[in-house]
């Protein structure tokens, strides 16, 4: 079974940055899509962005796009995502997920997720 585990979240001022990390003990993550997906109170769950398997390219929803970036450290076999000039509207937690498709549109196994709060 997969396991994916998040870190990083918080609170965090309007115009801050945060950088999420997704870690999977037990599998090698370069091997797999991976996506963003966050869940805001009261909101439907929004696919934010991808990394695809090996060569790592990835994609940004409009919400996010010029102002975070996904990449991978296969070393470290983690997943990143660095969310920089946050907005209040950002407030969710937020799951990697391996995925499948095109721009990882089947969502596949999750992980808890870690909660970002942008409050001033």
């Known amino acids: 079974q997969v396991q994916l585990v998040e870190s990083g979240g918080g609170l965090v001022q309007p115009g801050g940055s945060l950088r999420l990390s997704c870690a999977a003990p037990?599998?090698?993550?370069?091997?797999?899509?991976i996506a963003w997906v966050r869940q805001a109170p009261g909101k439907e769950r929004e696919r934010v962005g991808c990394?695809?398997?090996?060569?790592?390219?990835?994609y940004y929803e409009d919400s996010i796009k010029g102002r975070s970036s996904i990449s991978r450290d296969d070393g470290k076999n983690t997943v990143y995502l660095q969310m920089d000039s946050l907005k209040p509207e950002d407030t969710a937690v937020y799951h990697c997920?391996?995925?499948?498709?095109?721009?990882?549109?089947?969502?596949?196994?999750w992980g808890p997720g870690t909660e970002v709060t942008v409050s001033s």
């Open positions: 990394i695809s398997s090996g060569d790592g390219y990835s």
């Open positions: 997920v391996t995925a499948a498709g095109y721009r990882c549109e089947a969502l596949i196994d």
């Open positions: 037990g599998i090698t993550l370069r091997n797999y899509q």
